[in-house]
């Protein structure tokens, strides 16, 4: 029991020291450009580039009438 106790201890140490110097925002955009590029996330991107997500059951067609439908000021 002593040594799972010690193995438990020193383990987190370990992952605390080894992660300890990561900065939070750059795991989370590294995990984030990791889905999308492995197709986990969908996302587009504007003209400003800035990345947009979006659910799986919304589709790229229903985006772009989205889009169209923002642009046209016609009554």
Not at 18 to 33: G, V
Not at 43 to 71: A, Q, V
């Amino acid at each position: 029991m002593l040594e799972i106790f010690v193995c438990y201890v020193v383990g987190t140490l370990f992952g605390y020291m080894a992660f300890k110097n990561m900065n939070r925002e750059s795991i989370i955009t590294t995990t984030l450009d990791t889905l999308i590029a492995d197709d986990y996330v969908r996302s587009w991107e504007d003209e400003e580039g800035k990345i947009h997500l979006y659910k799986w059951y919304e589709t790229d067609d229903n985006k772009f009438e989205e889009e169209e439908n923002e642009k046209d000021d016609t009554p």
